[in-house]
């Protein structure tokens, strides 16, 4: 068991992951049974990174012929660095898991080009890709082949895959819908933590990708199932967790995995027995209190009407009718177009989500520090 099973980041395996059987069953009878493709929607930090490991964790236990491929779109800026991502972590994978077929493919692999190396901390065998930008979809199509004639099923997580959107040329998500079209051998996980992007990008008619694929939304694990799984670990080592005080912190957080995560861990590294209230908002003053320089520097960042209108946000918890001269008068805000313009703004940088009409300050913790400002 490691130190604290509250994990902030990474998957270390199902013992550490709370629930989410329904969305597990979902994404791989949908998948194995090869009905359609998923698109995975969250809001950031709920915990679809996890979700997706798991599930592909589970699916190769069920089927372990099957080629698994983890893509992390997010750190990409052009449709060369995706494809070239896309295909080293594709060719690593079969290197590392999939011997037979990359034997079987040398000669596709030539054509690619690719360097073999060893990763000096891990010792695995690592595969790099260097990509001329007049070649990209010749590639990314040879990389399509290489799975497609695998002859075993491929599932392949696309994740933050509302990046695509923004690279130039424009017609990226023509590009790979009209490659991914045709494929009978691999299946995919969309998935993206921008709800705005990922919900035009694939229920928008005008878009490639419209009803291409099945959606699944991930909503916050139930309280009942999240304390149970919480308390466990507690009382594996003889204390407890007050139910009554897990009820006001996931009420507080909205259940938002990775905020519950982060004080769970907090009051796991510093408490055995969690009855009192206070050991909660101490947990959550002093994670506050971590991330005030990087708050004061965001802050810095927006223009007088934004910060109003986000602290404004977050008061409410969650905000609705924020044109409203009463929302207006209460928080001292300026003219309805101008709180528009400013939301426009807030939107675009990801401060605030829209959800159900209503709108969120998307980091939890940033909005209980608003609200502690005069």
């Known amino acids: 068991m490691i130190k604290n099973p509250f994990l902030k980041y990474g998957y270390q395996g199902p013992e550490y992951f709370c629930d989410r059987e329904t969305e597990i069953q979902t994404i791989s009878r949908t998948m194995s049974g090869g009905a359609s493709n998923i698109t995975l929607i969250s809001p950031r930090r709920m915990g679809k990174t996890g979700l997706i490991k798991r599930t592909f964790e589970q699916m190769l236990n069920d089927t372990p012929q099957a080629v698994f491929v983890y893509v992390d779109a997010l750190p990409t800026r052009s449709f060369e660095e995706f494809v070239q991502i896309f295909g080293e972590n594709v ?14 493919t040398l000669d596709l692999l030539k054509s ?124 594996m080592r003889g204390g407890h967790l007050s139910r009554e005080i897990f009820h006001t912190m996931y009420s507080t957080l909205d259940g938002h995995t990775w905020y519950v995560q982060a004080v769970l861990n907090t009051l796991y590294d510093n408490h055995v027995q969690v009855n009192d209230e206070a050991c909660y908002q101490q947990a959550i003053a002093s994670i506050v209190e971590e991330n005030e320089d990087y708050y004061q520097n965001l802050i810095a960042l927006l223009t007088n009407n934004q910060l109003k209108l986000l602290r404004a946000i977050a008061c409410e918890g969650k905000a609705s009718a924020i044109n409203a001269s009463r929302f207006i008068h209460r928080y001292n805000l300026k003219t309805s177009s101008s709180v528009n313009t400013a939301l426009k703004s807030l939107l675009d940088k990801e401060l605030v989500y829209n959800q159900a009409k209503t709108y969120e300050v998307a980091d939890r913790f940033l909005a209980l520090y608003l609200r502690t400002l005069p």
Not at 91 to 104: A, E, P, V
Not at 120 to 136: E, F, K, R, Y
Request: charged content about 15%; hydrophobic content about 40%; some cysteine.
């Open 91 to 104: 060719l690593t994978t079969l290197q590392n898991r999939h011997s037979s077929i990359f034997k079987r």
């Open 112 to 235: 690619l080009r690719p360097v073999f190396s060893t990763d000096a901390i891990t010792g695995n065998p690592t595969v790099s890709l260097s990509i001329q930008p007049d070649n990209a979809e010749m590639t990314l199509s040879q990389i399509f082949d290489l799975l497609e004639q695998s002859g075993r099923p491929c599932y392949v997580a696309l994740d933050e895959f509302q990046q695509v959107s923004t690279f130039t040329p424009n017609n990226v998500e023509a590009i790979l819908r009209s490659h991914i079209q045709f494929l009978k051998n691999v299946r995919f996980i969309f998935a993206g933590s921008s709800m705005h992007m990922m919900t035009q990008m694939f229920m928008s008619a005008k878009r490639p990708f419209f009803n291409s694929t099945q959606i699944v939304t991930l909503k916050p694990i139930d309280e009942d199932i999240y304390y149970a799984w919480a308390n466990r670990f507690f009382e």
